[in-house]
């Protein structure tokens, strides 16, 4: 069974581009949620999706970004314009139970972004 | 909010033991996890334990949980090479699905 996949891996971009990351879950996980991890700093939640749904967004940081999660299965990541301090990873996660304790999220390999 | 902490290095020799620490604030955290991140790779399940546990083994892997300190440490017998990563603590509270994620520990074995 595929896991969480993420693309791209990588992507350098100047600061005022956009970029946009894709996040493909786990077949027939409806959760699906982004996470990320400036430099040196903790991993930070950023939002939460029920299948096409925006459960939970009180860790976007601004509206530079912008998620969607069109039917329901692959969701895209955009950050519009880059600045410096959004470099870091930013991972995918998806989970197949919604909002119990201990539901154990499987994150993909991460998408590491460096504005410059 | 919940904050959880972690040491940011640690270095040991090869076949001795690891013992990463995390503390966290909020005492009704129900599931308490350790990832590891391995350089240029995502984020790998090592092991998790529930609240109501005080020790988990698993093959090389322990984890303590000490609620009265919110406290939990990973320990990893034998060290080897290849657990050199970063390992994060993460918790989880009743009712909800966003995980507290510490700084990572990069715990670094020395041959």
């Known amino acids: 069974e595929a896991g969480v996949t993420q693309f791209p891996s990588h992507s350098v971009i100047e600061k005022g581009q956009t970029v946009t990351l894709r996040c493909d879950p786990i077949?027939?996980?409806?959760?699906l949620y982004w996470y990320r991890r400036v430099m040196g700093k903790e991993i930070k939640f950023l939002l939460h999706?029920?299948?096409?749904?925006?459960?939970?967004e009180s860790g976007m940081p601004n509206n530079r970004f912008l998620a969607e999660r069109t039917g329901g299965t692959y969701s895209t990541l955009k950050v519009q314009p880059a600045e410096l301090e959004d470099s870091g990873v930013y991972f995918c996660?998806?989970?197949?139970?919604?909002?119990?304790?201990?539901?154990?999220?499987?994150f993909g390999e991460g998408s590491w972004l460096t504005v410059v | 909010g919940e904050d959880v902490e972690q040491s940011l290095f640690l270095s040991v020799r090869e076949g001795d033991s690891s013992v990463i620490n995390c503390t966290y604030t909020?005492?009704?955290?129900?599931?308490l996890y350790w990832y590891k991140q391995e350089p240029g790779a995502g984020l790998q399940l090592l092991t998790y334990?529930?609240?109501?546990?005080d020790m988990k083994q698993d093959q090389r892997l322990t984890v303590l949980l000490n609620k009265k300190d919110k406290h939990l440490s990973l320990r990893i017998a034998d060290t080897q090479t290849g657990d050199s990563a970063i390992y994060f603590c993460?918790?989880?509270?009743?009712?909800?699905?966003?995980?507290?994620f510490g700084t990572g520990t990069r715990l670094k074995v020395l041959a």
């Open positions: 996660a998806s989970s197949q139970l919604t909002g119990a304790s201990g539901n154990t999220i499987y």
């Open positions: 077949s027939g996980h409806d959760n």
């Open positions: 999706f029920v299948k096409e749904s925006k459960q939970d």
């Open positions: 909020d005492s009704s955290s129900t599931y």
């Open positions: 334990i529930f609240s109501n546990m």
């Open positions: 993460a918790v989880v509270g009743p009712g909800t699905y966003k995980y507290i």
